[in-house]
């Protein structure tokens, strides 16, 4: 099965080759101007012979080029929803990067990446994608790799706060709320969970854990109480460690302030 990685890289070659074949065209074209204006009827002739080949390469390799993509529309949306993820994957530890699949997405620390066949696009965290093809994607998710973070831990902190003292109450500090919980009231609004997804979630829990957070601005404790038993359980939420490690989340915690 050809792979939209051949794909995309024949269809450049093609239409480079088309280029090419343009320039030298617009070459033949030059020099058929040079022989009238200096009155050479010999160059006329061989010039005018080179601008007929020339534009028979150039229809036959425009052919050509608009015939290489060898997805049409229903096989492109049936090889992004059944295929392009293993191509992407495979790319992936071709290229030394790790990804994971999980919840239906796919897992680059940091980055978090959502295939739309219905759109022909990527969501890579919450920005829309259009270009697909794999090397590009690999190469963008190794370069984010490299970023000074965007995420800020400590507003995180704050938010899930503002959240555990919505569903706790502010007068119950002390005790765990579960995360799912939690994670409702941060999808209220209609369309969230598609905008910030279970992983997302996760994986912006799993950088406030490793932040070394302990507390709010206004004092309050915080933790992520860890449990045995919890792995898959439902209202959980887990994340692929960049060391491959399965971290499962299930519920905060805040105490008072001190």
Do not use: C
Not at 95 to 114: C, T
Request: charged content about 25%; glycine content about 8%.
């Amino acid at each position: 099965m050809t792979t939209f990685e051949q794909g995309f890289e024949d269809t450049e070659r093609a239409a480079d080759a088309a280029a090419k074949a343009v320039g030298s065209l617009l070459a033949a074209a030059k020099q058929l101007k040079k022989a009238a204006h200096e009155g050479d009827t010999g160059a006329i002739r061989k010039s005018s012979e080179r601008l007929g080949l020339a534009i028979d390469a150039v229809r036959q390799e425009v052919v050509n080029a608009r015939g290489t993509w060898p997805f049409g529309e229903d096989a492109e949306d049936e090889y992004l929803r059944n295929e392009y993820e293993s191509e992407l994957m495979a790319a992936a530890r071709a290229s030394g990067l790790r990804m994971d699949q999980r919840d239906g997405r796919l897992l680059a620390f940091p980055s978090i990446v959502r295939v739309i066949p219905a759109d022909r696009s990527l969501r890579i965290d919450r920005k829309r994608v259009l270009s697909i093809r794999p090397s590009r994607i690999i190469a963008a998710l190794k370069a984010n790799q490299t970023k000074k973070p965007r995420f800020a831990p400590d507003r995180f902190l704050e938010s899930l706060f503002r959240a555990y003292r919505l569903i706790a109450g502010p007068d119950t500090q002390g005790s765990t709320q579960a995360l799912a919980d939690v994670y409702e009231a941060f999808t209220l609004l209609p369309g969230a969970t598609a905008e910030y997804g279970q992983s997302d979630f996760a994986r912006d829990l799993f950088i406030l854990d490793r932040s070394g957070l302990t507390r709010t601005k206004s004092g309050a404790s915080f933790s992520l109480p860890a449990s045995t038993g919890t792995k898959g359980a439902k209202g959980t939420f887990t994340f692929v460690a960049p060391e491959g490690e399965l971290i499962t989340y299930f519920g905060v915690w805040f105490g008072p302030a001190l």
